[in-house]
């Protein structure tokens, strides 16, 4: 307390909130520079010892800027600061992410349901310990200012010393560039403060408007539907349709005319995944989306979600889980059964030849695996229940995940043999999924970790088709990717178009 009622100089205490950053939350940082570069030679602890310094030196000098113009501001941001701070580094050391612009993405895409599921003790240690405790020294501190004179020559020499370290360390600019998209999303509190302004400025360059596709035409009344289903963090190699040793798809695995292909993902989070999914062509542009596209060209568009992240999707039947719940009735309904719901129903009832379901689900989303399917589904068990993945082992999360594959499994099963009923249509499914999911491997957990540096169980993803018997074949496909659901669904229905790509389909 006695500390507290001190008065501080603006420097030392600038200097002193540079330090608290650096020890609380730049261990991650210092951690993978550490792994990526030789520490026992020379020019890997010069490296080290620079970033250091430097990380310390340019914080206390926007710090005291800060301060300097106004100390009630200054208070205010570095409060605001040190309890961020302490969320994303306890996010960082339990999940291994990254917090770069695709991870600002995934949080202000997240809803309550999803970011309530990372709730823990933990969590709430860091926060007090981290961030609620030096917020109160922040703002129980006097500070003490300085005249202009002084800042200008404090703030000089410090920015020719950053200049001059930084021209020191020239033979080490390349090595910093090509990692400088980690080092980026793990330098607080920049790595949320300068992503989260790039991330509004891209969005807002690329929502100002849908760029609409050329107009489609029908070319026949045969009665055709297809339902794509979006898989959330399913990722291949457990499913034991791809040899995976666990049985992981007793169901789909005895289905006739059910195929699977090799297929990797554009991105290893669900907004840019789904939107490649729906798209014609991989791209940074905001092109008008395959429902979006369908249901402007007289196709019957239905689109069922019990997750989020989806480029802005103009239809008329778009059904979430609200919407779905009033009609659906057994334990199923609160999980992604729900989605199958009056589904066949709703295909009778329409009157339109041809027909686009979107079946968005969430089954295998993290961090509560277990979480994410009916008791009966608990095929592999002991399972993980805790959100604090690291402190599960392994094989416990393996499990849980795996049973979250195995009611994937069970939905897709009911699914195609719901289709099967629909004896005027010829019927098809195309399950692909947004991305894939680490559990463990290399420490890391979940997904987000960006495509250059991802691990393949983030973006190496099961594409599963099944077709009806009266429908089309398939291409002798190897390797696909989620561009080619779009081609292959206007393939399907018989839709003539401009931007359609033959390579890029699926069927023959």
Same mark, same amino acid.
């Not at 600002?104 to 709730?119: C, D, K, P, Q, R």
């Not at 007793?250 to 292909?261: A, D, G, I």
């Not at 979940?446 to 088709?465: N, R």
């Given at each position: 307390?006695?500390?507290?009622?001190?008065?501080?100089?603006?420097?030392?205490?600038?200097?002193?909130?540079?330090?608290?950053?650096?020890?609380?939350?730049?261990?991650?940082?210092?951690?993978?520079?550490?792994?990526?570069?030789?520490?026992?030679?020379?020019?890997?602890?010069?490296?080290?010892?620079?970033?250091?310094?430097?990380?310390?030196?340019?914080?206390?000098?926007?710090?005291?800027?800060?301060?300097?113009?106004?100390?009630?501001?200054?208070?205010?941001?570095?409060?605001?600061?040190?309890?961020?701070?302490?969320?994303?580094?306890?996010?960082?050391?339990?999940?291994?992410?990254?917090?770069?612009?695709?991870?600002?993405?995934?949080?202000?895409?997240?809803?309550?349901?999803?970011?309530?599921?990372?709730?823990?003790?933990?969590?709430?240690?860091?926060?007090?310990?981290?961030?609620?405790?030096?917020?109160?020294?922040?703002?129980?501190?006097?500070?003490?200012?300085?005249?202009?004179?002084?800042?200008?020559?404090?703030?000089?020499?410090?920015?020719?010393?950053?200049?001059?370290?930084?021209?020191?360390?020239?033979?080490?600019?390349?090595?910093?560039?090509?990692?400088?998209?980690?080092?980026?999303?793990?330098?607080?509190?920049?790595?949320?403060?300068?992503?989260?302004?790039?991330?509004?400025?891209?969005?807002?360059?690329?929502?100002?408007?849908?760029?609409?596709?050329?107009?489609?035409?029908?070319?026949?009344?045969?009665?055709?539907?297809?339902?794509?289903?979006?898989?959330?963090?399913?990722?291949?190699?457990?499913?034991?349709?791809?040899?995976?040793?666990?049985?992981?798809?007793?169901?789909?695995?005895?289905?006739?005319?059910?195929?699977?292909?090799?297929?990797?993902?554009?991105?290893?989070?669900?907004?840019?995944?789904?939107?490649?999914?729906?798209?014609?062509?991989?791209?940074?542009?905001?092109?008008?989306?395959?429902?979006?596209?369908?249901?402007?060209?007289?196709?019957?568009?239905?689109?069922?979600?019990?997750?989020?992240?989806?480029?802005?999707?103009?239809?008329?039947?778009?059904?979430?889980?609200?919407?779905?719940?009033?009609?659906?009735?057994?334990?199923?309904?609160?999980?992604?059964?729900?989605?199958?719901?009056?589904?066949?129903?709703?295909?009778?009832?329409?009157?339109?030849?041809?027909?686009?379901?979107?079946?968005?689900? #969430?089954? $295998?989303?993290?961090?509560?695996?277990?979480? =994410?399917?009916?008791? *009966?589904?608990? +095929? &592999?068990?002991? @399972?993980? /229940?805790?959100?604090?993945?690291?402190?599960?082992?392994?094989?416990?999360?393996?499990?849980?995940?795996?049973?979250?594959?195995?009611?994937?499994?069970?939905?897709?099963?009911?699914?195609?043999?719901?289709?099967?009923?629909?004896?005027?249509?010829?019927?098809?499914?195309?399950?692909?999924?947004?991305?894939?999911?680490?559990?463990?491997?290399?420490?890391?957990?979940?997904?987000?970790?960006?495509?250059?540096?991802?691990?393949?169980?983030?973006?190496?993803?099961?594409?599963?088709?099944?077709? #009806?018997? $009266?429908?089309?074949?398939?291409?002798?496909? =190897?390797?696909?990717? *989620?561009?080619? +659901? &779009?081609?292959? @669904?206007? /393939?399907?229905?018989?839709?003539?178009?401009?931007?359609?790509?033959?390579?890029?389909?699926?069927?023959?």
């Amino acid at each position: 307390m006695s500390i507290l009622k001190n008065n501080w100089k603006i420097t030392h205490f600038a200097l002193l909130m540079s330090f608290l950053n650096f020890l609380f939350f730049h261990l991650p940082f210092f951690t993978f520079v550490v792994d990526k570069v030789d520490y026992k030679s020379f020019a890997g602890v010069t490296l080290i010892v620079s970033l250091v310094i430097i990380m310390l030196v340019a914080n206390f000098f926007v710090f005291y800027l800060f301060f300097f113009l106004s100390r009630v501001v200054g208070k205010s941001l570095l409060v605001l600061f040190f309890i961020i701070n302490a969320i994303a580094v306890y996010f960082v050391n339990t999940y291994g992410v990254i917090i770069d612009e695709s991870m600002i993405g995934n949080v202000l895409n997240t809803n309550y349901a999803e970011s309530s599921s990372f709730f823990s003790i933990k969590l709430i240690v860091y926060l007090i310990l981290l961030g609620i405790v030096p917020s109160i020294f922040i703002i129980k501190a006097k500070i003490i200012n300085v005249t202009w004179k002084k800042f200008l020559i404090t703030s000089s020499v410090t920015l020719v010393f950053m200049l001059a370290l930084a021209y020191a360390n020239a033979s080490n600019w390349l090595w910093i560039d090509k990692n400088s998209k980690t080092l980026g999303g793990l330098a607080m509190p920049w790595s949320y403060s300068v992503n989260l302004s790039l991330f509004y400025i891209h969005k807002h360059q690329k929502n100002e408007k849908e760029i609409l596709l050329p107009n489609a035409t029908i070319k026949d009344n045969k009665k055709s539907v297809i339902v794509l289903v979006i898989g959330e963090s399913a990722r291949r190699q457990n499913f034991s349709l791809y040899g995976y040793k666990k049985n992981t798809n007793p169901l789909l695995s005895k289905t006739p005319n059910l195929f699977h292909f090799d297929a990797t993902s554009c991105a290893t989070y669900t907004t840019a995944g789904v939107k490649c999914i729906l798209e014609h062509t991989s791209t940074d542009e905001l092109y008008e989306i395959l429902p979006n596209y369908l249901y402007r060209n007289n196709v019957e568009v239905i689109w069922r979600t019990t997750n989020w992240g989806e480029p802005p999707i103009h239809i008329k039947n778009y059904q979430n889980t609200d919407a779905l719940m009033p009609n659906c009735k057994g334990d199923g309904c609160k999980f992604d059964e729900i989605l199958l719901s009056g589904l066949k129903e709703q295909i009778l009832a329409s009157t339109k030849n041809k027909i686009l379901i979107v079946l968005h689900t #969430s089954t $295998s989303h993290g961090p509560s695996y277990s979480k =994410k399917y009916p008791a *009966q589904f608990e +095929v &592999f068990k002991p @399972v993980c /229940n805790s959100v604090e993945l690291g402190n599960c082992s392994q094989t416990d999360l393996i499990n849980a995940y795996d049973n979250t594959i195995v009611y994937t499994d069970y939905i897709l099963h009911q699914l195609i043999e719901n289709l099967k009923e629909l004896k005027e249509y010829n019927s098809a499914m195309i399950f692909v999924s947004d991305h894939g999911e680490s559990l463990g491997e290399k420490n890391l957990y979940m997904h987000g970790v960006p495509m250059s540096i991802a691990p393949k169980e983030q973006y190496e993803i099961p594409f599963l088709v099944w077709l #009806s018997d $009266s429908s089309k074949q398939l291409k002798p496909n =190897k390797m696909l990717s *989620q561009n080619n +659901v &779009f081609h292959s @669904v206007l /393939n399907f229905l018989g839709i003539q178009s401009p931007i359609y790509n033959e390579q890029m389909n699926i069927f023959k």
